[in-house]
């Protein structure tokens, strides 16, 4: 064994390193820092996302892979944990605002954030089975604990709970798949799996593929597994719902592109009318839904779900036009995700927050500025220009015409148009109601910095693409 390699191949693995350490930290802050120590694991957390930020920034591309073919710090890894800890900051940032009105703020919820995101920047390095499930575990327990931790509130115990028995269960299906995949192949590195597998037994190597896909279509809430989202969203405290709808996202749509394009690329003709169903039926399942939908968590929560057929629109597409525009779409996911939910937190109502569409009457009056900026989101979330949400949207349907995919294509196009019905009536609320006297508009710095980055990262984007499109193109696999 040479240690000195190992040792040296740590610098490849700083910022998650770093974050280590950070969250310690936090979690000392927290426990014995007193009455400010709560809000001290807070800073401490900002400062260490802040961190790693720079670091990952400073962080060179591996050439091979690490740790006997464990990991890879490639440029898709790089760009995917770029999206990670972009989320993970301005979760942060609105975690202050929420647990100021709430008024009962929880320390621990700061270190497992950075636990959770541990876990997923070794996902999204992960090319090897066992490596690849262990990171999956640590960030997804960390979730279900995140998604019950409010105890002020009966609705997130139940939500942990129900996110903590699903999720367990389609971890134990996903690893049923990685042993079926493992018995045929006999590898678990991804480079090594596909040609013994084949030659094996193509058909257990098939079925292993499919109850892989379980666990994976459960994190992104694809339907048929996306029963658990409406109730997780609703009841989990809203800058963790903005963390949970789009950090896990990102990282397991990281991991269905590396799996497609090298462990199960020779199925592709399988694989391809598979994710193609299920991307047509998210996107109409989670819009139809939504338009019923008069919570705004649980109407964001059905849109997450239509958001992951567009997505998946990329990985029935599979190409390095495919993997780019996934890229592009989860960052400006990130964007819109976030901005969507930080809406809540500018409502305030009987010491809590305005969950409800009405509660958003008279928005534009009562700040025009904030009113416009929520336009620009909704109008990225639907697909429309001059935002990213419309470049990114163009880019996976392009990929799917490229590839002859045109009833996919359709679908996506017609999904964008229903999707304007249930985004216009928050548009009406805050520019055509009359004000509600009970709802109390609060901005505060925090949630304004945020708000301010995602509609100017929506419209720079949107308006010059080309600086994400090159770096997504670079990032992309196959």
Request: hydrophobic share 60%; glycine share 8%; charged share 10%.
């Amino acid at each position: 064994m040479d240690l000195a390699r190992y040792v040296a191949d740590l610098k490849y693995l700083v910022p998650e390193l770093a974050l280590l350490a950070v969250a310690v930290a936090a979690m000392f802050a927290h426990l014995f820092g007193g009455r400010r120590g709560r809000r001290l694991a807070g800073y401490v957390a900002l400062a260490g996302l802040c961190g790693a930020l720079w670091l990952l920034a400073v962080t060179p591309t591996a050439r091979g892979a690490l740790y006997s073919g464990a990991l890879t710090v490639d440029a898709f890894a790089q760009f995917i944990k770029l999206i990670v800890l972009l989320s993970a900051l301005l979760t942060v940032l609105l975690t202050f605002r929420f647990f100021d009105v709430e008024g009962q703020e929880s320390g621990e919820v700061y270190y497992l954030l950075l636990f959770a995101v541990i876990g997923m920047l070794f996902t999204a390095s992960a090319t090897d089975l066992i490596t690849f499930y262990v990171s999956f575990e640590l960030f997804a327990i960390c979730s279900y604990i995140l998604a019950g931790i409010f105890k002020k509130e009966i609705r997130s115990a139940e939500a942990g709970l129900k996110y903590f028995v699903l999720g367990a269960l389609s971890s134990a299906i996903m690893v049923l798949g990685m042993a079926l995949v493992y018995g045929v192949s006999g590898a678990t590195a991804f480079s090594k799996i596909a040609g013994p597998a084949l030659q094996a037994d193509p058909r257990l190597f098939t079925l292993g593929m499919l109850l892989f896909f379980v666990g994976l279509l459960f994190k992104v809430a694809a339907v048929p597994f996306h029963m658990w989202t409406p109730d997780v969203y609703e009841g989990a405290p809203t800058p963790l719902v903005a963390f949970l709808s789009t950090a896990p996202k990102a990282v397991t749509f990281a991991v269905f592109i590396r799996l497609l394009a090298t462990v199960f690329g020779a199925l592709e003709a399988k694989w391809t009318p598979l994710l193609s169903l299920i991307a047509i039926v998210t996107m109409f399942w989670g819009n139809l839904a939504a338009l019923t939908q008069q919570n705004l968590k649980r109407m964001l929560a059905y849109s997450s779900i239509a958001h992951a057929g567009y997505l998946l629109i990329g990985l029935a597409a599979l190409s390095a036009g495919g993997s780019m525009a996934v890229l592009f779409y989860l960052f400006a996911y990130v964007c819109m995700n976030v901005a969507a939910f930080a809406l809540i937190l500018t409502i305030q109502k009987q010491g809590g927050f305005g969950e409800r569409v009405e509660d958003l009457n008279g928005l534009a009056r009562k700040s025009p500025l904030l009113a416009a900026g929520i336009l620009v989101v909704l109008l990225a979330l639907t697909g429309i220009p001059p935002t990213a949400g419309f470049i990114g949207k163009y880019y996976l349907l392009a990929a799917a015409v490229n590839r002859g995919l045109y009833v996919l294509a359709v679908a996506g196009a017609l999904n964008s148009v229903i999707s304007l019905f249930y985004y216009f009536r928050i548009g009406r609320a805050m520019f055509m109601e009359a004000d509600r006297p009970d709802c109390v508009l609060s901005v505060p710095v925090t949630v304004r910095a945020v708000l301010l980055l995602c509609v100017l990262a929506l419209l720079y984007f949107g308006l010059f693409p080309a600086l994400l499109t090159n770096c997504a193109a670079l990032a992309a696999l196959r």
